[in-house]
Structure formats: C-alpha cells, structure tokens
C-alpha cells in the first residue's frame, strides 16, 4: 500500500512491510481496506498535503477531518469503515475521533508497539507517542487495543472488571484560560456539565533535508512541495533549538507527579479534546495552540479515550477525552461504553 505520509518526494514509496499494529490485527483476523490521508509527515491537526489534496468532514465539507490521522477519522465517521487504527503524539487521533463523532484510544505509550511506523518516533518523542484503536462503536476498543498490544496487553490487565461506582471522577471544564487558545465553548462546556528527528530532516526525505527558510520563500511564490503547516513547524524547530528548557522539563516533571498522585488506579478525569468543534478547512493555520487540550496529555503519558457526545446546533460532533492513571486503561474504555449509552454514541452524518 502507498506509504507517502503525505510528501511529493515519497509518492512512488510502497510499504514493503506491515507496521506491528496493523501485523498482530491481520493476524487476529481484520481485512485492511486501504490507508487513509494524513498531513504532510503526520505533524498537524487538519489533513491535508500536495499529494493527495484535502481531506473533508462528513458532517460538513467545509469543515477540517482533524489530523493527523484525519482521513482515517473521517472514513469511519462517515461510515466508510467500522475500525481503523491511528497514532497519537499530540492528539492525533483524538482530534479526528472528535472532530468526526467517532472513538478513539491513545493508550499508554510503550504499550502498542511502533516499529515500522512513518515517520518514526525519535528521542524524546518517543515518550509521547503512542498508536492505539478507532472506531464508530466503543466496545470494538477493547478487543482492538488487547490485539494491538501484543506481548504487552498483560501490563493493561484488561480482563480484570471495572465497576465505575467506586472509581473517582474529577471534571476539568478548561485550562484555565490562556492568550494562545481559544476558549472553550459554552456548548461544549454544557455537554461535559453532563457527564526527536528534526522535522526539517523528514521533509526532505529520501533526498538533502530542506531548509525551512528557503522553503518558506518558495512558498510565497506558488513553488514549494511542501504545506504551510509542514514549514511552519519546521520554523519553529529551528527557533527553538534541539533540547527543552530544564525550566520546562521541571515543570513537566511536576505536574506528571501530581497527577500520578491525584488518579492513583481508580480516578478518571472529564477533559475537553478542542475550545470548538470542527472549524472551517486552513483556520487552525492561526489557532495552532488549540491542540494543547489533547497535547498535554501525551506529555504526561496518561491514557486517554476519546468520547462524542452528541451533536451541537450547527450539526457538528461533540465530545470529551476521558483520562485515567498509567497503565490503567480499562477504566477509560469502560467510561465509554457508558457514554456511548448515555449519549447515543456515533450519528450518522446522513440521517435526518
């Protein structure tokens, strides 16, 4: 199958061998359709490149899929395919899940393994990544994730039952508040009231790396390969050096121990996935800070599931990410199941 990852340079490149997710799944029995579209190199949240043009959302064609795993969020929303599988560093398959009215899982990362994944995680990035299930149904998650998770799935012990009446439920409505997003939205606030390989690097690939610089000069022109989105962030990498502040580290530190506390291995946590639902195609070029709901998250290393929650006004999904302590997966899918029941789960885009 075509494995560009979105970029003119690898538009001849084939997958010669499966990923491991997509190996242990096949063996276990499930058909691969195809592989779906995703921004240039995975790294944005609305899919779209030079090579394979952009991606919609069935809910509306004005509207972004999410990325990066976008396309795929979009063909299971619109009801292209029941299951498909994603990979999360910064809410890469929780944006599309929201975005499209589907679930998704961003498991505990070093769970699912991640070999012959493009692009590959490296340094510190691989702390952060992790692949994991979606899907229109939240029982197909479980059954998903222990078949992903191979020789791992004994570190989620996802046979062992939950029962959600002596769990710890903590609600977090926004961050707070911040010059850099949006806030969220009155909607979205009610319906929860209710329940590193240098970027540059890549883009040049298989060929010289690119410089950001001279890319962002062809671009005003009309005579780069590369999206705006792809150079922009490879801009910022050149900005701000290969190592993070210990400033920043410390913090990091800080807070993944006070929520290690805080959820122990029976809280769960209400967070949103976005300030808004699905905004119109190229508008997240200016609000790029938006995807911090579900970047932080994988800074912290907790896993995640990501919940819709009906519809707003305009006909677009609504959701919320459920979160738990690592390695404490089951209580998430298990909040899931109970959601969907609540809130009705997946709607077709096409109905009435």
């Known amino acids: 199958m075509p494995f560009t990852s979105g970029q003119i340079s690898r538009r001849d490149v084939l997958a010669t061998v499966d990923s491991a997710p997509v190996a242990l799944l096949k063996r276990a029995g499930a058909i691969p359709m195809g592989v779906t579209n995703t921004p240039e190199l995975c790294m944005w949240c609305e899919s779209n490149n030079h090579l394979h043009g952009v991606t919609c959302n069935p809910y509306g064609l004005d509207r972004i899929p999410g990325g990066s795993s976008g396309g795929e969020g979009s063909i299971l929303g619109g009801a292209g395919a029941v299951i498909g599988i994603g990979s999360d560093i910064g809410g890469s398959i929780r944006i599309p ?44 998650l479980l059954p998903m994730l222990r078949v992903m998770a191979g020789p791992n799935a004994h570190l989620l012990s996802l046979d062992r039952k939950v029962d959600l009446k002596t769990l710890r439920f903590f609600t977090v409505p926004h961050d707070g508040g911040s010059v850099f997003t949006y806030p969220v939205s009155r909607e979205l606030i009610d319906v929860q009231r209710k329940t590193p390989t240098p970027f540059s690097e890549m883009l040049g690939e298989p060929g010289q790396p690119v410089w950001p610089v001279w890319e962002l000069l062809k671009w ?120 969907e029941k609540a809130f009705g789960g997946w709607r077709d885009p096409g109905a009435d």
Not at 231 to 251: C, D, N, V, Y
């Open 97 to 140: 899940c929201f975005f499209n009215g589907v679930f998704g899982h961003k498991t505990t990362p070093g769970v699912v393994p991640m070999e012959n994944h493009y692009p590959s995680p490296s340094g510190r990035q691989a702390e952060y990544c992790s692949g994991g299930p979606m899907c229109r149904y939240a029982e197909d």
């Open 220 to 339: 005003t022109v009309g005579k780069s390969e590369h999206t705006m989105a792809a150079i922009g962030l490879g801009l910022m990498e050149m900005a701000r050096g290969t190592k993070p502040s210990a400033f920043i580290m410390q913090q990091k530190e800080k807070l993944q121990k006070e929520m290690d506390e805080l959820l122990g291995t029976d809280g769960v946590f209400l967070y949103p996935s976005h300030p808004r639902v699905a905004p119109k195609h190229h508008h997240l070029l200016f609000r790029a800070s938006d995807c911090a709901y579900t970047g932080v998250l994988n800074i912290l290393g907790l896993p995640v599931t990501q919940c819709p929650l009906g519809l707003s006004r305009e006909g677009l999904p609504m959701g919320l990410q459920v979160g738990a302590g690592k390695l404490q997966d089951r209580l998430t899918l298990e909040v899931a199941l109970y959601l």
